[in-house]
């Protein structure tokens, strides 16, 4: 009976969804986290009666067919990339982008990955690296004996030392974009890198050329809606209950049918 195999893959695009949501929830917290959304299609329908097939000897047609559904499965897990809360907390290093684009980070191996998580620190050698060490494009050193250090929304690095009255600028920080910013291959830890899917990266100035604006001394915040997410969460628990009562509905018809005499 297909009606079982049916019911199966809807519970089983249920349970895709429910681990979606509690991604979005256990990551509700996590510096520019972008919300996960999972998408659904038909599968193939079995045609028992093509639209359009001839009805009679009269060459009659018929305006509907037979096409029997064969059940859903996972079409893919798009990202919401709307813009998070940015929340101030005064710490020079921690940079938060108002709009499109990502930090560059390079990898050990000299691979570029980007990011939106903006909370950076200072290696003793005055690089600025990520939480997991991962230094930030640009070849950006910070000398030891900076008293203050200010970062524009442009991006501009200037530095304040105790004998210079005027500031020192050290440098700029880009941002990067990509033509399908979904296209990104996740790679955990708020890193993304490049795919066939997103396209080549494009660097620019902040605040320049559809590039956002950087902050200092703030972070992005998760865009992840905790009441939506718990009302997704109801729906796949409800869709996941009926799809189980078609599959018991289902058995029960085996089993009067078996019990035929």
Same mark, same amino acid.
């Given at each position: 009976?297909?009606?079982? @195999?049916?019911?199966?893959?809807?519970?089983?695009? *249920?349970?895709?969804?429910?681990?979606?949501?509690?991604?979005? $929830?256990?990551?509700?917290?996590?510096?520019?986290?972008?919300?996960?959304?999972?998408?659904?299609?038909? $599968?193939?329908?079995?045609?028992?009666?093509? @639209?359009?097939?001839?009805?009679?000897?009269?060459? =009659?047609?018929?305006?509907?067919?037979?096409?029997?559904?064969?059940?859903?499965?996972?079409?893919?897990?798009?990202?919401?990339?709307? *813009?998070?809360?940015?929340?101030?907390?005064?710490?020079?290093?921690?940079?938060?982008?108002?709009?499109?684009?990502?930090?560059?980070?390079?990898?050990?191996?000299?691979?570029?990955?980007?990011?939106?998580? +903006? !909370?950076?620190?200072?290696?003793?050698? /005055? &690089?600025?690296?990520?939480?997991?060490?991962? *230094?930030?494009?640009?070849?950006?050193?910070?000398?030891?004996?900076? &008293?203050?250090?200010?970062?524009?929304? %442009?991006?501009?690095?200037?530095? %304040?030392?105790?004998? %210079?009255? *005027? +500031?020192?600028?050290?440098?700029?920080?880009?941002?990067?974009?990509?033509?399908?910013?979904?296209?990104?291959?996740?790679?955990?830890?708020?890193?993304?890198?490049?795919?066939?899917?997103?396209?080549?990266?494009?660097? +620019? &100035?902040?605040?320049?050329?559809?590039? /956002?604006?950087?902050?200092?001394?703030?972070?992005?915040?998760?865009?992840?809606?905790?009441? =939506?997410?718990? !009302?997704?969460?109801?729906?796949? %628990?409800?869709?996941?209950?009926?799809? =189980?009562?078609?599959?018991?509905?289902?058995?029960?018809?085996?089993?009067?049918?078996?019990?035929?005499?």
């Amino acid at each position: 009976m297909k009606a079982l @195999s049916i019911a199966a893959t809807g519970m089983d695009a *249920q349970q895709t969804r429910v681990a979606v949501i509690s991604n979005n $929830l256990a990551n509700m917290n996590t510096t520019a986290y972008a919300t996960r959304r999972a998408e659904f299609t038909d $599968l193939i329908y079995q045609v028992n009666k093509p @639209s359009g097939a001839s009805a009679a000897a009269d060459g =009659s047609v018929v305006p509907e067919g037979v096409h029997l559904g064969l059940g859903v499965r996972t079409a893919a897990v798009s990202m919401d990339l709307s *813009q998070g809360t940015l929340i101030q907390t005064s710490n020079d290093l921690d940079l938060a982008i108002e709009g499109q684009g990502y930090f560059e980070l390079l990898l050990p191996d000299g691979r570029s990955v980007y990011s939106r998580a +903006g !909370a950076f620190k200072r290696t003793g050698e /005055g &690089q600025i690296v990520n939480a997991d060490g991962l *230094q930030l494009a640009g070849n950006l050193t910070i000398p030891q004996n900076v &008293q203050t250090l200010t970062i524009n929304s %442009q991006g501009e690095v200037v530095a %304040q030392f105790a004998d %210079q009255p *005027q +500031g020192q600028l050290l440098g700029a920080l880009n941002l990067v974009t990509f033509a399908n910013n979904k296209g990104l291959e996740p790679l955990g830890s708020g890193l993304f890198q490049e795919s066939p899917a997103s396209g080549a990266p494009n660097i +620019g &100035q902040p605040g320049l050329q559809g590039f /956002g604006t950087l902050r200092q001394g703030y972070l992005e915040e998760s865009n992840v809606d905790v009441v =939506s997410q718990i !009302a997704e969460l109801i729906e796949a %628990q409800r869709g996941y209950e009926l799809n =189980s009562k078609v599959m018991t509905a289902a058995d029960q018809m085996l089993g009067a049918a078996t019990n035929i005499r």
